[in-house]
């Protein structure tokens, strides 16, 4: 490791500049887990056009704590409100909002803010060791393996995301299908852009982010929501636990970031899994099984850990091979090459001042949640009472403000409608989101390999599996695949027989 | 089955046959293009030809899927509740924003073209005190304008410059 970047990038993150930034992040990402109909992905979209102005360094601090504080903002409502303000934050409804109306809501909120901590602490610290060494894995990896591991990553986000696997990798063919829309850079043809020369350059990530979550999701909430303030749960005195809680919490804070971290990391496609996992896990082990269901604070400390240390995980490939695993990764991706900078495995020897500024300030920022989070959460419940028509309506004014600032042009505003439709039309469907936004942007930059590969090989095909990495990546992809339906399968017939 | 089932069957169908048809549109675009003369690189086609096939026998299984009786679950809703009856008047009031929105942007500008789809939309989720609203519409317009403009150095229309023939757009 390099100490000398190392320290420099920890005096960096201390300067008055980048702590005031993460400060804002923390806030704004705070701001965006308590309100429901905007997250993290849709946030930092609306946010790219500081990179116009502001400095690399402070633009990527904020983004980054925008990312963390997310997940932070995204209990309090899950316990006083019962609805998550983002979709990592769900499994925290169930227990959470349990424990609230039976007047533990402080409990609840202390054992939540504390785990996430934790969980933050601990993942970035495990980020900071482990991407400089998987950074270096990817310097030796061939463009066959880049592919193989977009590959997987395709595989895995589309069949593990929505209710089913078909479903899930329609929505990555469609994005893979938005993705080849442009001039190809190499040979120059013009793929689906049916002579409309505004299409040439493709459609930005940004266009397709906003218009899926701020318009597919207007749409949406008009044709089919029933809006009304849900009730809020009371919350006096302060946020804190008992010695008891405590003795409750701290091993689901350490299992919920040992299942977070590494779902963050491989290309799982977001916080919903992880969260999950987390939730069933503890109810296997608690002692107090009766209690889950009625407010158990093991299915909040948990989840809530789980998906703090899974945003920390997404960072890992994001940093260190230029992967995005999560629609969030996917646009802090963007944000780097509004600066022209490519993360991957190079970016740790071309850029190791901002890479641990960047990672110095996630744990600065992690320590300012805390200490912010929990004094403040009157303020976050007044918030809640914005009405839900302002707030959308007000989301949907940045979106268009955010894709119109892109290129100063009202074709962006329509290919944000018609994407807006589709989205609008997934959800009404059950087609999951995400996968979609990761076909369109891993799609080209997995073509990129697959062209390399050939090159290398001269056209023949047998190169995409001729590594000894490729051939583990496709099999793990197999039994993805496979794996769980013939489970699934043989499960039954046992059951069956008995 | 309901009449109700039915009726949601028949629109998955409908939407699933669109998907269907959006890869046989990515299949035939990739028959169209012309092979570079390029000697060395890969031609744009696989990539292309690879994805189609993809989303064809997908959307051709969820069609059969459909057909079944297997459904898609409608997403739940955040901060309210999902009703199994479609709002259409509400859902064309917000496409009709937005709608307006882009065409009165290069022509009337920011300002007002925001407030239009600021209003609307709040209007057609069911804020209903229509004058409290405008001012609220045209206030936050402003701010957005000027934060925009001032602070981060945007350049949003301003609208009413006929020194300027036919502000961004170029026709297409």
Do not use: C
């Not at chain 1, 500024?357 to 929990?374: D, E, K, Q, R």
């Amino acid at each position: 490791m390099d100490y000398n970047a190392f320290l420099e990038g920890f005096a960096n993150s201390l300067t008055l500049t980048n702590l005031g930034f993460g400060l804002l992040g923390t806030i704004l990402g705070t701001l965006v887990g308590v309100l429901p109909g905007i997250g993290p992905a849709l946030a930092i979209s609306l946010l790219l056009p500081i990179t116009f102005t502001v400095e690399p360094q402070s633009a990527l601090i904020m983004f980054a704590a925008i990312y963390y504080g997310t997940m932070y903002g995204g209990s309090t409502t899950s316990i006083l409100l019962n609805t998550p303000g983002e979709s990592g934050s769900m499994m925290t409804a169930l227990e959470g909002n349990k424990m609230a109306r039976a007047g533990r809501a402080g409990a609840a909120l202390a054992t939540a803010a504390i785990g996430s901590f934790v969980a933050g602490a601990i993942a970035t610290g495990i980020l900071a060791l482990a991407a400089p060494f998987i950074a270096d894995l990817g310097l030796r990896l061939t463009p066959a393996d880049f592919f193989a591991l977009m590959v997987l990553a395709f595989g895995t986000v589309g069949s593990v995301m929505g209710s089913s696997p078909v479903r899930g990798l329609i929505s990555m063919s469609v994005g893979l299908g938005i993705g080849l829309i442009g001039m190809d850079p190499q040979s120059g043809a013009q793929r689906l852009t049916f002579d409309a020369v505004q299409a040439m350059d493709g459609i930005p990530t940004v266009i397709i982010i906003v218009s899926l979550f701020a318009l597919g999701e207007a749409l949406y909430v008009a044709m089919r929501g029933q809006m009304g303030l849900s009730k809020i749960n009371s919350f006096a005195g302060r946020a804190s636990m008992t010695r008891e809680d405590w003795r409750r919490s701290w091993k689901p804070w350490l299992r919920g970031t040992a299942i977070g971290f590494p779902a963050g990391v491989l290309p799982a496609g977001g916080s919903e899994l992880p969260t999950f996992l987390s939730y069933t896990l503890e109810k296997k082990l608690s002692k107090n099984k009766s209690e889950f269901g009625h407010g158990a604070i093991e299915g909040v400390a948990g989840p809530e850990a789980a998906n703090n240390a899974n945003a920390a995980g997404a960072l890992v490939p994001l940093l260190a091979l230029g992967l995005p695993t999560s629609a969030t990764a996917a646009v802090i991706l963007v944000a780097f090459q509004q600066f022209k900078i490519q993360p991957g495995p190079l970016l740790f020897t071309e850029q190791p001042v901002l890479v641990w500024t960047l990672i110095a300030s996630l744990f600065l920022g992690n320590l300012l949640l805390l200490v912010v989070n929990l004094p403040l959460i009157k303020v976050w419940v007044k918030l809640l009472q914005i009405p839900v028509p302002y707030l959308y309506a007000g989301i949907m004014v940045f979106a268009m403000v955010g894709a119109y600032a892109l290129k100063n042009s009202t074709f962006d505003l329509w290919s944000a409608l018609v994407i807006g439709v589709l989205g609008l039309l997934f959800r009404r469907y059950g087609y999951p989101i995400t996968p979609l936004i990761l076909g369109a942007i891993l799609g080209p930059m997995a073509e990129v390999e697959f062209r390399r590969a050939l090159q290398i090989s001269q056209g023949d095909y047998l190169t995409l599996v001729s590594t000894p990495f490729s051939i583990v990546l496709y099999s793990a992809l197999a039994l993805a695949l496979i794996g769980p339906p013939l489970w699934r399968k043989t499960r039954g017939l046992r059951q069956n027989t008995n | 089955m309901s009449s109700l089932a039915t009726k949601g069957a028949k629109g998955e169908l409908v939407f699933t046959s669109f998907l269907f048809a959006l890869s046989i549109v990515i299949l035939w675009d990739t028959t169209q293009l012309t092979e570079s003369a390029l000697t060395g690189s890969v031609s744009p086609k696989a990539f292309a030809f690879g994805v189609g096939g993809l989303l064809f026998a997908l959307s051709a299984f969820q069609i059969a899927q459909v057909l079944r009786g297997k459904l898609g679950e409608p997403e739940g809703i955040e901060g309210g509740e999902a009703t199994s009856k479609a709002n259409w008047k509400a859902l064309g009031l917000v496409v009709s924003a937005i709608v307006l929105h882009i065409v009165l942007l290069p022509f009337l500008g920011f300002m007002i073209a925001s407030t239009v789809l600021f209003f609307l939309v709040a209007f057609a989720l069911g804020e209903k005190r229509w004058l409290k609203l405008l001012i609220i519409s045209a206030a936050l317009s402003a701010i957005v304008y000027f934060g925009f403009t001032e602070a981060l150095q945007l350049d949003l229309p301003f609208g009413f410059d006929f020194t300027q023939t036919t502000p961004v757009e170029e026709e297409w």
